[in-house]
């Protein structure tokens, strides 16, 4: 999963491990407000990448079996264009 931020010239990557799926969400003004260390508009700065197993892609797990969920972030500088 690659999550272009033009903003700050960057490519944020995840690479999953046991993952078939990517939740990529924010908390919007309400549970921001209620999160506390978002500040009066600090949705609107941030989002939420999220390996996980959902819809078609659920893992269910028998008594004593397991499952293994891994993800590794990685940021990308992009160079800025000159005019």
């Not at 892609?57 to 264009?81: C, M, N, W, Y």
């Amino acid at each position: 999963m690659v999550l272009n931020d033009a903003s700050l010239s960057r490519r944020i990557r995840v690479a999953k491990g046991g993952s078939l799926s990517t939740v990529v969400w924010n908390p919007g003004p309400d549970k921001a407000a209620r999160l506390g260390d978002f500040g009066a508009d600090g949705h609107r700065r941030m989002v939420c990448i999220e390996t996980c197993n959902a819809g078609d892609d659920v893992v269910t797990l028998a008594p004593g079996e397991r499952h293994r969920l891994s993800g590794k972030f990685s940021i990308e500088q992009l160079l800025r264009a000159f005019s």
